[in-house]
């Protein structure tokens, strides 16, 4: 009888906890998707201004994707940008040359591309999403986001 219980118990915890897991990526997905996505910052380089613009982020299988437009004087750099967070070396928050915070992303592999409309795909080292103020919050989500993602934690 005591080993029927545990046959019938040990799958039925394994499936919960991969359900919990599941539904935890989620909600972080979420919550860095509604914090982050629509932001607007303009900075200044010397008498210039310019403005990055950060439309909505979206997750599917692990990768992160969003369009950027970069808006300098009377020209638009359009892009979109796909990460995919197990690839992901570092995460960390930073203060840009322009003034601005921002969280990097670091890899030594192939787990980030620029994508330009006419097709022209761009592997980085590392790509920063800009931020109004410092977001510790966001930060951790992407840490623990990425271990969920089976990304090592560093």
Do not use: W
């Not at 310019?50 to 300098?72: G, H, T």
């Not at 192939?110 to 080292?125: A, F, M, N, Q, W």
């Amino acid at each position: 009888m005591d080993l029927e219980i545990k046959r019938f118990f040990l799958p039925l915890i394994l499936v919960l906890s991969g359900l919990a897991q599941a539904q935890s990526k989620e909600a972080l997905q979420k919550d860095i998707s509604d914090d982050l996505s629509y932001k607007h910052i303009t900075y200044g380089i010397e008498t210039k201004k310019s403005q990055i613009s950060i439309y909505q982020i979206e997750f599917k299988d692990c990768v992160m994707s969003y369009p950027v437009f970069i808006k300098k004087e009377n020209k638009t750099e359009r892009y979109t940008v796909r990460i995919l967070l197990s690839g992901i070396d570092k995460i960390t928050m930073a203060r840009s040359e322009n003034g601005y915070n921002v969280i990097n992303f670091t890899t030594g592999g192939k787990s980030i591309i620029r994508e330009y409309p006419d097709g022209t795909l761009l592997h980085e080292v590392k790509q920063s999403i800009p931020l109004k103020t410092s977001n510790p919050k966001a930060l951790e989500s992407f840490k623990q986001l990425k271990a969920a993602c089976g990304g090592k934690p560093k």
